[in-house]
RNA sequence: GCUGCUGUAGCUCAGUGGUAGAGCACUCCCUUGGUAAGGGAGAGGUCCAGGGUUCGAGUCCCUGCAGCAGCACCA
């Protein structure tokens, strides 16, 4: 007698154990029309799922965002069918529903190309035509892996092998075809509607294990309608569009080359970029109280061996060995280059004896490091093999951790801010399977960690094993303006590290002890956020970052010495300026300086030299402003005070008044 | 690192085994103009590198390197 609660509240009484098919149909025939999927006590099932005992049924239809992931994962099965009555002998694996898509690993020989996808797409059309129903049946599970393995289907089998004793094994078929699935489906491939589209071929290995053989992935993509499929399309475009190796290239900022692979040339207007926002964290950590400090770059193997570096990332560190090609092994210097900075500032703070009263010690580094990343890793200036971190380790006592990251967790905000992200969430990695550090230490760095989010409010989501070798983390993850997100900040909690380089202080009580070390980083490194920074703003800087901030376009030949004039001024004002005197017309030179993505041009032509004004043009604007050329120059030094500037001048005046 | 794809002028890209191409950018000349391309001329090549097949290779084959996508990795 299931008695099953509809959202709104109202009960429905069944005499005996009903579906969702049913139950829907008693509601009324539009419900049993749209609904394709049901969730029950919060649990997402087949609409054929029989309901025996009393429930809350939600009946999800396509309006529901949940429709989503019940298409991506339909339109997976319907994929692989398709494939496998094309190219008989092909075995199928997974296919999940991812953001956005999903996919369907294949194992087969002969790679699929996107030559392939037309005819593939086409026999998906012809499948989700036919709408042959999906139904549940559960096997015994000797005769599903027999079953499978008859078909030649090993990796299925190897599947089911592995599914834990007692789940049951669940098959669902779409008319001919059937698959080992664990659901839920929609009522028949005829739901998966049309707005799918397969997007690319790839490697990747069974089971994401590297060891394991390598099958061959299709990616597709799969909206609802074929508005939302178009939105994404576009927006897919929209991220080439911004791409920071296209944008780097087009604006002139850096490039990379073989000879130097993973590594930058940073050009004039990227190494502005670069010092703009380098000078900008200075001046934030000086505010915050942090000391800088510059350590080596080549460190003697023994240090790293020391730090557990060497046992955990030895493959990944650029070593230099030095010494006659004669010389005994055990001669020979063997040097890093430094992967991180952590073990030299545990050395600088080791330094002569260090007292309570010293702690919290911020000490920051502006720390160049090599690692050598597998090749193919690297990503334009985003992964590289050779960047430097924004990295500071504050020494602190246990007690002084809370307080420690609820001031780090505001200026990482601050400094968000500043930079145009508005928002980040908040993860907590804790142990993984690969650690130094015993288990005492970990609950212990861990709870402290725990209660320092507590205290300051932070809220997370959980990171299970995702910790770093010698401490817990928070991880910061921003949100760029097309929805991309990017993890950045970081917060380590170390206590493992103080003890195996054994740095101390001296406490109130004349004792030495150990403190506990915080590896913090806000941006990371500043290649991988300079990348992050072109895209999320597309180039189009705001003033104070713009690598070029104005271009003062003359009209005609008359007005060039007053152009140079107002360059001149601007330039006094602190200004990056440049003059575009040249013998073009003025359409040429606003279209070239607006595709370079220069803020503000300044036009003169007759007019303003006589004037002594200034026609002030905005990037992405048609409209032109008409400025006393003063005026101008006092605005625009304004505008392009960087923001932490700006509050100093504002606080400086509120002091003063 | 693995799988697949790609590598031709500064950039974007054509190129059928038979003399290396276009547009933009660049240089020069004409043009002095009012807010997203004025006109003309010129210069520019290790066709990624090495090997092989061939009378002949940018083109076909092999190896390497690099880039791109995904996977794996990311202290």
């Known amino acids: 007698m299931p008695a099953i609660t509809l959202p709104d509240g109202s009960v429905r009484q069944f005499a005996a154990p009903v579906t969702g098919t049913a139950v829907a149909a008693s509601i009324g025939p539009g419900l049993a029309r749209a609904a394709l999927a049901m969730e029950v006590d919060g649990r997402l099932v087949d609409l054929g799922h029989e309901i025996d005992a009393d429930s809350r049924v939600v009946f999800v239809t396509r ?29 199928v694996t997974i296919g ?70 007692g789940e049951p094994i669940s098959i669902y078929r779409q008319g001919e075809w059937l698959d080992l699935c664990r659901g839920p489906h929609m009522r028949g491939t005829g739901d998966v509607g049309n ?20 099958l061959t992935r299709i990616y597709g993509t799969a909206w609802r309608d074929a508005g ?44 502005r970029l670069y010092t703009v926002l380098q000078d900008y964290m200075r001046r934030i950590q000086s505010a915050h109280d942090y000391v800088e400090v510059r350590t080596p770059q080549l460190v003697d193997r023994s240090l790293w061996e020391a730090s557990g570096h060497w046992e955990n990332y030895r493959e990944h560190m650029f070593i230099a060995e030095v010494g006659d090609a004669g010389e005994a092994e055990d001669r020979k210097l063997s040097l890093a280059l430094k992967p991180m900075n952590c073990p030299c500032h545990v050395q600088i703070f080791k330094h002569g004896l260090r007292s309570y009263r010293e702690l919290p010690l911020r000490m920051a580094e502006f720390g160049a490091c090599h690692r050598y990343e597998p090749s193919g890793a690297l990503h334009g200036i985003m992964r590289v093999r050779a960047f430097t971190q924004d990295d500071a380790h504050i020494f ?15 200026m990482l905000a601050q400094v968000y801010r500043d930079l145009g992200f508005d928002s980040f969430v908040v993860k907590f990695a804790d142990r993984p399977d690969n650690r130094a ?80 070390m915080l590896h913090r980083a806000i941006l990371g490194s500043f290649e ?37 004039e107002v360059v001149d001024r601007l330039k006094r004002a602190g200004l990056v300026v440049q003059a575009d005197t040249r013998n073009e017309k003025i359409n040429a030179k606003v279209r070239e300086h607006s595709l370079a ?18 026609a002030m043009r905005r990037l992405g604007g048609a409209a032109q402003e008409l400025l006393d050329l003063d005026e101008a120059v006092r605005a625009l030094a304004d505008e392009a005070l960087p923001p932490d500037l700006k509050r100093v001048g504002r606080d400086h005046v509120a002091e003063l008044t």
Not at 120 to 146: G, H, K, Q, Y
Not at 396 to 410: I, S
Request: proline share 6%; aromatic share 10%.
């Open 63 to 91: 309006r529901d965002p949940q429709s989503l992931g019940l298409i991506r994962h339909d339109v997976a099965h319907v994929l692989a069918e398709a494939v496998q009555g094309l190219y008989p002998g092909t075995q």
């Open 96 to 165: 999940p529903a991812i953001e956005n898509g999903f996919y369907y690993d294949f194992a087969r020989n002969e790679p699929f190309t996107p030559e392939d996808f037309p005819a593939i797409e086409a026999r998906m059309r012809e499948i989700v035509a036919r709408n042959a129903s999906f139904t549940r049946e559960v096997w015994p599970r000797d005769e599903a892996i027999a079953f499978f393995e008859a078909r030649g289907e090993r990796f299925k089998a190897e599947l089911i092998r592995d599914l834990p004793e």
């Open 195 to 214: 707005a799918f589209k397969l997007m690319k071929v790839a490697g990747a290995y069974w089971r994401g294990d590297h060891r394991n053989p390598m």
């Open 228 to 271: 939302e499929l178009e939105a994404h399309l576009h927006q897919i475009e929209e991220a080439e569009r911004r791409d920071h190796r296209r944008i780097g290239r087009e604006m002139d900022l850096f490039h990379i080359q073989e000879e130097a692979v993973g590594s930058i040339f940073w050009h004039p207007k990227g190494w």
């Open 396 to 410: 602190c006592t246990e007690d002084q951790v809370a307080a420690e990251t609820a001031r780090f967790v505001a």
């Open 437 to 516: 550090g015993d288990d005492a230490t970990w609950d212990r760095a861990e709870a402290a960690l725990v209660e320092a989010c507590r205290l300051a409010g932070v809220g997370y989501e959980l990171n299970p094993g995702e910790g770093a070798f010698y401490g817990p983390k928070l991880e910061f993850v921003l949100r760029d303006a097309i929805g991309r997100d990017w993890q950045c900040g970081t917060l380590q909690v170390d206590y493992v590290l103080p003890d195996r380089l054994d740095a101390s202080f001296i406490g109130e009580d004349s004792a030495r002890h150990r403190p506990v």
């Open 528 to 564: 991988r956020f300079l990348g992050i920074l072109i895209e999320q703003y597309a180039g189009r800087f705001p003033l104070w970052l713009a690598p070029v901030q104005v271009v003062v376009a003359s009209i005609v030949t008359d007005a060039e010495p007053y152009a140079l």
């Open 597 to 614: 993505r220069v803020p503000v041009i300044l036009v003169v032509g007759r007019k303003e030299a006589e004037a002594r004004t200034v």
